[in-house]
Protein backbone atom coordinates (compact mmCIF):
# COMPACT_ATOMS: atom_id res chain seq x y z
CA UNK A 1 0.00 0.00 0.00
CA UNK A 2 1.69 3.05 -0.77
CA UNK A 3 1.67 5.99 1.65
CA UNK A 4 -1.18 9.06 1.10
CA UNK A 5 1.36 12.05 -0.15
CA UNK A 6 1.28 15.15 1.97
CA UNK A 7 -0.55 18.23 0.85
CA UNK A 8 -1.06 21.25 2.09
CA UNK A 9 -4.08 23.54 2.43
CA UNK A 10 -5.23 25.91 -0.50
CA UNK A 11 -4.16 29.23 0.76
CA UNK A 12 -6.52 32.04 0.07
CA UNK A 13 -4.65 34.38 -1.87
CA UNK A 14 -6.92 38.16 -2.64
CA UNK A 15 -8.68 38.29 -6.68
CA UNK A 16 -6.34 40.85 -8.65
CA UNK A 17 -6.88 42.35 -11.74
CA UNK A 18 -4.68 40.69 -15.01
CA UNK A 19 -1.86 42.57 -16.45
CA UNK A 20 -1.31 44.81 -13.19
CA UNK A 21 2.18 44.80 -11.29
CA UNK A 22 0.27 43.14 -8.03
CA UNK A 23 -0.25 40.15 -10.91
CA UNK A 24 3.18 39.97 -11.41
CA UNK A 25 3.89 39.76 -7.78
CA UNK A 26 1.28 36.70 -7.42
CA UNK A 27 2.72 35.25 -10.51
CA UNK A 28 6.68 35.45 -9.14
CA UNK A 29 5.08 33.87 -5.36
CA UNK A 30 3.08 31.26 -7.24
CA UNK A 31 6.74 30.68 -9.30
CA UNK A 32 8.56 30.33 -5.96
CA UNK A 33 5.81 28.02 -4.44
CA UNK A 34 6.25 25.69 -7.70
CA UNK A 35 9.94 25.67 -7.55
CA UNK A 36 9.36 24.66 -3.68
CA UNK A 37 7.32 21.59 -5.17
CA UNK A 38 9.43 20.59 -7.61
CA UNK A 39 12.50 20.72 -5.06
CA UNK A 40 10.24 17.76 -2.90
CA UNK A 41 9.07 16.00 -5.94
CA UNK A 42 13.24 15.87 -7.88
CA UNK A 43 13.96 13.75 -4.64
CA UNK A 44 12.08 10.96 -5.39
CA UNK A 45 12.11 10.61 -8.94
CA UNK A 46 15.65 9.51 -11.01
CA UNK A 47 16.82 9.85 -14.31
CA UNK A 48 14.87 11.25 -17.17
CA UNK A 49 12.13 12.52 -14.62
CA UNK A 50 14.77 14.40 -13.01
CA UNK A 51 15.94 16.33 -16.42
CA UNK A 52 12.40 17.13 -16.89
CA UNK A 53 11.74 18.75 -13.60
CA UNK A 54 14.93 20.45 -14.52
CA UNK A 55 13.48 21.76 -17.66
CA UNK A 56 10.47 22.64 -15.88
CA UNK A 57 11.83 24.56 -13.17
CA UNK A 58 13.88 26.55 -16.23
CA UNK A 59 10.85 27.66 -17.56
CA UNK A 60 9.51 28.37 -14.30
CA UNK A 61 12.35 30.67 -13.95
CA UNK A 62 12.41 32.59 -16.88
CA UNK A 63 8.30 33.42 -16.46
CA UNK A 64 9.16 34.71 -13.10
CA UNK A 65 11.96 37.17 -14.26
CA UNK A 66 9.81 38.21 -17.03
CA UNK A 67 7.22 39.06 -14.88
CA UNK A 68 9.93 40.94 -12.68
CA UNK A 69 11.73 42.69 -15.38
CA UNK A 70 8.57 43.61 -17.11
CA UNK A 71 6.41 45.26 -14.19
CA UNK A 72 10.52 46.61 -12.51
CA UNK A 73 10.13 44.83 -9.47
CA UNK A 74 12.75 44.03 -7.08
CA UNK A 75 14.35 41.40 -5.40
CA UNK A 76 13.34 42.67 -2.08
CA UNK A 77 9.89 43.63 -3.19
CA UNK A 78 9.31 40.26 -4.53
CA UNK A 79 10.88 38.13 -1.70
CA UNK A 80 8.65 40.83 0.96
CA UNK A 81 5.10 39.89 -1.19
CA UNK A 82 6.37 35.75 -0.40
CA UNK A 83 7.03 36.08 2.87
CA UNK A 84 3.51 38.26 3.35
CA UNK A 85 1.69 35.40 0.86
CA UNK A 86 3.51 33.12 3.00
CA UNK A 87 2.03 34.60 6.33
CA UNK A 88 -1.92 34.38 5.27
Known sequence: ?????????PRSLP????G?????LCTIAN???A???L???RKHVRGDHKRRL?????????VALDAQATYAITDEEARSFIR???SR
Request: charged residues 30%.
Open 1 to 9: MTPVPVTRP
Open 39 to 41: REV
Open 20 to 24: TRESA
Open 54 to 62: DDVAVVLRV
Open 84 to 86: DCR
Open 35 to 37: LET
Open 15 to 18: VVDA
Open 31 to 33: VAT
